[in-house]
């Protein structure tokens, strides 16, 4: 069994930062990608950002320049670091893990979510 949990989420001002932490534990051999998905209210699920094992990174237009992936492979853990963060990001923030277990099967892992709000 894999699971897929994220922190880190909460309140922040327009402008301002939060740092996002997805955690995968469980029998894993090896992640290929991890990535960041939002969904506000009303809205579908957005890609916002991905990075593979080998640290190559993709973002959606709407927050490239703000937001940074990143992962540490040893810790099986990726960050999502907003910064100047607008009101159009408030969402729930969903991360997902692709990867192999160590019995050779392939998983595709999506946490619980945390709640992304920003007002002033």
């Known amino acids: 069994q894999v699971q897929v949990v994220e922190s880190g989420g909460g309140l922040a001002q327009p402008g301002g930062s939060l740092r996002l932490s997805c955690a995968a534990s469980g029998n894993i051999f090896s992640i290929y990608r991890m990535g960041w998905s939002r969904q506000a209210p009303g809205k579908q699920r957005e890609l916002v950002a991905i990075?593979?094992?080998?640290?190559?990174?993709n973002y959606s237009d709407s927050v490239k320049g703000r937001f940074t992936i990143s992962r540490d492979n040893a810790k099986n853990t990726s960050y999502l670091q907003m910064n100047n963060l607008k009101a159009e990001d408030t969402a729930v923030y969903y991360c997902?893990?692709?990867?192999?277990?160590?019995?050779?099967?392939?998983?595709?892992?999506w946490g619980q979510g945390t709640l992304v709000t920003v007002s002033s």
């Open positions: 990075i593979s094992n080998g640290a190559v990174t």
């Open positions: 997902n893990a692709i990867g192999r277990t160590t019995r050779g099967y392939d998983f595709d892992k």
